[in-house]
């Protein structure tokens, strides 16, 4: 549920209200264009590279350290400063911009675009273009940055929210004592008392889908009115002590229909569709005033340099690659490495490409000589880590743990270098006390990442503490954003609860041991099963094969080690997975009364059993793919 954090603002009619939630937004996609010379100015928060001039640069840097002040201000119990990196690349025309925008927004018909934010899974980006036409010269810069800040509840913020409260903040006046909040787009009320409104409930459903968000004319006016709805429903909650948006994103959180939370928040909405009419015809919008006089902002602190074209390109082509314009990106980083071999940025970047194709070991080659190249740069240390670990790479590599502690020092709020390096002693079944707290600094630092708290769990796992990691995921399981996101949960808790239930339907009980050995104690004798898989873990690559039988002899281990015999006509068939999770389960002529589990189901099924050759000689592969029949 949001959080509300109220504040005082000084209303320009001398009134006071508080400024509700922290909320919101997240847009997608970017763009961008070529140079004749690029200049960077940076400062603690913010770096910004554009081909205009650095006077312009570091004009659009003070604006965005003074909308983040503001944000403070108004926000107090935010973290206003990402863990990732902004990158904003500041275009001086509408040529250079289109050379980075979103395919989607080139075509004739679509939506001008003068900004975008994108959000990938360790940068942000705002693009910006210089030369757009506006009533207000920095409503682009405020626009992104405030789905920026919005950007932890885009995946369920719905989108006319997401982006009213972008417009609401995007005519914001920042002056030397003081700025003004809400100021009314005199574009938005003009267009909307020129043309007809959209029906509320269709305003409320708009996705990232709709014609609404994409085409030129449908998209005018869905800005348009989402503006207006958002300055109305703020200033209707501060007169009338009400506190509808907070409601209705409450219930939107919950995962309520939008149009049913909207209903239920804001009451029948074709009484609500009336209402912003008259409000749009009366043109009498209230500003909200914030004393900015104590604003500490140290101009003389902002950095600058000149960049090569071979570096401005190298960070173009990284954007490129995040928003898909995939051959762009590729033609644009064969140029920079031609002109600069050891650009570090096109290394990191030509990894990124190798790992979206599925060609990790490549990747990791880049990486690694990205690493080479700059040992400060914590992506590349921690991306040569991962790729590491996922190739089928021995986990015991100093490198990889050495990786992971650099990105993780080089970038003390990088979330994802203590997730991993949790990961690592998990499955190394070592340093389990320090991969615990690891596991939950991560998910301190993003209590919202469900597959933080999932690793968690594993991590408990492996110190034996099942009913604890059991407690963790169903947790976890409030967070999930969608029903595949509820499915990889409960598959996960069922693993845990039919690990301890076997133990008590042989009539066991299952002790936790410091040292991650689970203890099964009966009358008669105590029988210690060891977690380790006994068999390697190995890309399936070699030759498939499939065996056609009866499964027997079925035998699990911590976490999801599967072990059994496919005894055919002729022979019998030994094989393994230390995942079962990930083997390729499907039926054929009957339906299973509810989800399978491969410990206390497969025992006596007829099945087609698909495994390939691995170097374990003692078996005679390792399972992918189970059919099984009536």
């Known amino acids: 549920m949001p ?46 590279i554009t081909d205009s001039n650095d006077k312009q640069g570091r004009h659009v840097l003070d604006q965005l350290e003074r909308m983040r002040w503001m944000f403070h201000a108004l926000f107090p119990k935010a973290n206003v400063d990402p863990a990732l990196p902004i990158m904003v690349i500041a275009t001086k025309n509408e040529k250079g911009f289109q050379s980075l925008e979103p395919t989607a927004y080139l075509a004739k018909g679509q939506l001008h675009l003068a900004g975008y934010f994108l959000r990938t899974p360790d940068k942000n980006y705002i693009l910006l273009r210089l030369d757009a036409q506006d009533q207000h010269p920095f409503s682009t810069i405020y626009h992104e940055y405030t789905h920026l800040q919005f950007s932890d509840a885009g995946e369920w913020l719905p989108l006319w929210l997401n982006e009213g409260f972008a417009e609401f903040f995007q005519s914001t006046e920042i002056r030397n004592k003081d700025a003004l909040v809400g100021v ?39 800005y348009a009115e989402s503006w207006a709805l958002t300055h109305y429903l703020e200033v209707t909650d501060h007169e009338k002590q009400l506190h509808q948006i907070n409601v209705y994103l409450s219930l939107v959180h919950q995962h309520e229909d939008p149009v049913a939370a909207g209903e239920k928040a804001f009451g029948d909405l074709k009484k609500l569709q009336s209402s912003l009419q008259r409000y749009i015809q009366a043109s009498s919008y209230k500003q909200f005033m914030l004393s900015s006089a104590a604003a500490p902002l140290d101009e003389a602190s902002y950095k600058s340099k000149p960049l090569t074209q071979a570096q401005a390109d190298a960070i173009r082509a990284d954007c490129l690659v995040y928003i898909k314009r995939t051959e762009d ?50 992506l590349a240390n921690y991306y040569f880590a991962v790729m590491s670990m996922s190739n089928g790479g021995s986990l015991h590599d100093p490198q990889i743990e050495a990786s992971l502690r650099a990105a993780a020092r080089l970038n003390p709020k990088f979330a994802q270098a203590y997730d991993q390096l949790a990961a690592l002693f998990s499955m190394r079944r070592e340093n389990l006390d320090e991969a615990h707290l690891l596991s939950l600094h991560a998910v301190q630092l993003d209590p919202g990442n469900l ?29 999930a954003k969608n029903p595949d996101e509820v499915d990889m949960v409960q598959s996960r808790l069922n693993q845990i609860e039919s690990f301890l239930a076997l133990g008590a339907k042989s009539g066991l009980v299952v002790n936790m041991q410091p040292q991650g050995v689970v203890t099964m104690e009966t009358a008669e004798k105590v029988v210690a099963v060891d977690p380790t898989p006994k068999h390697p873990t190995e890309p399936a690559k070699g030759p498939k094969h499939v065996a056609v039988g009866i499964i027997r002899g079925v035998k699990c281990g911590y976490p999801a080690v599967i072990e059994f015999q496919v005894v055919t006509a002729k022979k019998q068939i030994s094989v393994y997975s230390n995942d079962f999770t990930k083997i390729d389960l499907s039926v054929f002529g009957f339906t299973p ?15 087609e059993v698909e495994y390939v050759a691995t170097s374990d000689k003692t078996v005679d592969g390792q399972a992918i793919a189970i059919l099984l029949r009536k």
């Open 184 to 222: 009314p787009s005199f574009d938005d009320i003009q267009y909307l008392q020129l043309h007809r409104l959209m029906p509320i409930d269709t305003l409320l459903k708009v996705d990232n889908n709709s014609p609404y968000y994409h085409e030129e004319e449908k998209g005018s006016v869905f």
């Open 3 to 48: 959080e509300e954090f109220p504040v005082r603002l000084a209303c320009i009619m001398a009134r006071r209200f508080a400024v509700l939630s922290i909320l919101a937004a997240t847009l997608c996609s970017q763009a961008f264009a070529a140079p004749e010379q690029w200049v960077e100015v940076s400062s603690q928060h913010f770096t910004v």
């Open 451 to 479: 597959g933080y708290r999932i690793n968690t769990s594993n991590v408990l796992m492996a110190m034996g503490r099942y009913n604890d990691a059991a407690d963790v995921l169903r947790n976890a399981a409030k967070l």
């Open 329 to 378: 990106a590729r033609s644009l980083l064969s140029a920079v490495l031609k002109a600069d071999p050891n650009n570090v940025q096109a290394h990191e970047t030509m990894g990124y490409l190798a790992f979206q194709e599925g060609d990790r070991e490549t990747a990791r080659k880049w990486f690694g000589e990205a690493v080479k190249l700059d040992s400060q740069s914590y």
């Open 593 to 607: 009364k509810g989800d399978v589990n491969p410990c206390a189901d497969f025992e006596g099924m007829k099945a």
